[in-house]
């Protein structure tokens, strides 16, 4: 149970999600011999609106295991840095085309596609400076950043898009879904997995806690990519903010398409009764991480 | 002077690029769980025939410093992957636009612009994996991403590239030779004094060795950069392996451009002695290194 005074997870993660902006702005500042054009694109995709989602879980869970939102900052900025930096990419025209990103043009819209491809080098590479440099002590930063580089890399967040788009406008089969899933194990999962991973690291937290936390990231992952897929044919772009009905377009399997609405729903529900499940090692301290879980399974339905 | 059997740097350095070879294959290999078009991209892009000039002066640093080429591997195999990350983005036709590359079909041309541009990605986040896991004790890991990634960076090489083409087609005038130097100073020479720096941090040198490292680098980097513009209008296609006068075509600032051969001729030899004088704290053990230096200016003369 939350504790009082009792707020809503939404109003938990909107304060988190505040000072995550202020440190995201302050690690990202104009006039340190960064190209002013440059520092402009990082810092229009890097701090624009959006959820940010994946440093809010590095908070949690480094809380979950007794660390501060101050030791774990740096971690929580990095991630943010690797998931913007791989949005400005996924939206080029040579992938996925998008003009439309969080209500916004994208990157390569509002700057050129130049300075697009760069930001988004810059911002990967800056998540491993602020990692290396800011994360205490050394052993821990030298973890952090295996850890990052292992989810972020081709066997993981990289390789999981180069597969989906090797895969766009083939005809969908239901034996597709374990494709699907490993797909999007990787492109969206293996960075959720790494934030909260990351949370853990930063804490110090024993090996029990960081399988819990492993386990409840595979859930919580996939969760969050099916309910992505379900808005993307159902929500409204207003409230999405991005072009929907795009992943149809583009040809792409879904978990809508490939085994329709309703059973996407109840694969969603499964997964969140696990990912709390996982969570039985935090007992107290793993109750917004749970709030969260069921959040994401409510969002916009 | 050259130890007996008295070998030219050539030579030297060719025995280094064989072992550095070997180490880069094998932190790049098929069948980990990267998808096989994106590990065949990887693979084309860092194995393919190349001078290896920044794994070779890890290499070289850190036996001047005393560490053995071993310790030293991981970091020089990251320098050369950050190398060909940057080489696979600045082809891009967004970019460069340049469809050959060391005498063979860029990334982009052999495979396509969502490969390439993926691969690039890849190649970089490995270079960290790969300091971050393998570098001991991690504490120096630690140190070792953080000056990689300072160097590849908004401030670094990629802020250089940045600026590099945001100049294009400008026309020039010699007072831009403090641009021009600045421009390179990030584009080739940051990349260059990281990889000596690596080569120190390894092998644990002191303050006095690393301030020499660095000037060495800054020197050797800017000679490399104006040999490599003397190359572009005078050399013959066939030894350089990538097409000629591209950077008069693309109204690049170059130094022959802007001050002339000559006038760039002498900025080379005296940036060559003020390397070679920045190597008196290593006494013979910089032997190498001067003899690099050296061979820097004489290159395809």
Excluded: W
Excluded at 10 to 31: F, H, K, M, N, S
Excluded at 164 to 187: C, F, M, V, Y
Excluded at 194 to 217: E, F, I, S
Excluded at 230 to 236: N, S
């Amino acid at each position: 149970m939350l504790q009082p005074p009792c707020i809503s997870i939404v109003q938990y993660t909107d304060r988190l999600r505040r000072r995550i902006d202020v440190a995201l702005a302050a690690r990202c500042e104009p006039g340190d011999g960064c190209p002013p054009v440059l520092c402009e694109a990082m810092r229009y995709s890097l701090l624009g609106p959006g959820k940010r989602l994946r440093p809010v879980l590095v908070l949690l869970a480094a809380r979950a295991c007794g660390a501060s939102d101050e030791a774990a900052m740096p971690a929580a900025c990095s991630v943010e840095m690797i998931h913007a930096y791989s949005l400005i990419h996924d939206d080029l025209p040579a992938m996925d085309n998008d003009d439309l990103r969080r209500g916004r043009p994208t990157c390569h819209k509002a700057f050129d596609q130049a300075t697009a491809i760069l930001a988004g080098d810059a911002l990967l590479t800056r998540a491993f400076e602020v990692l290396a440099g800011e994360i205490e002590p050394p052993r821990v930063a030298a973890a952090c950043c295996a850890t990052l580089a292992e989810a972020a890399g081709a066997c993981g967040m990289v390789g999981g898009q180069a597969d989906d788009i090797a895969h766009q406008g083939e005809t969908a089969h239901p034996e597709d879904l374990g494709r699907l899933e490993s797909i999007h194990g990787r492109k969206t999962g293996a960075m959720i997995g790494a934030a909260l991973r990351l949370g853990g690291l930063v804490a110090g937290a024993d090996t029990a806690k960081m399988v819990a936390l492993q386990r409840y990231g595979r859930c919580l992952g996939l969760a969050f990519q099916i309910t992505d897929d379900l808005l993307d044919v159902r929500g409204e772009e207003a409230t999405v903010g991005k072009r929907l009905g795009k992943d149809v377009a583009l040809g792409k399997l879904t978990f809508p398409g490939l085994i329709g609405i309703p059973r996407s729903r109840q694969r969603v529900e499964q997964l969140v009764s696990q990912a709390c499940e996982a969570l039985k090692p935090f007992a107290g301290a793993g109750e917004h991480l749970e709030a969260l879980a069921r959040y994401v399974q409510e969002r916009n339905r």
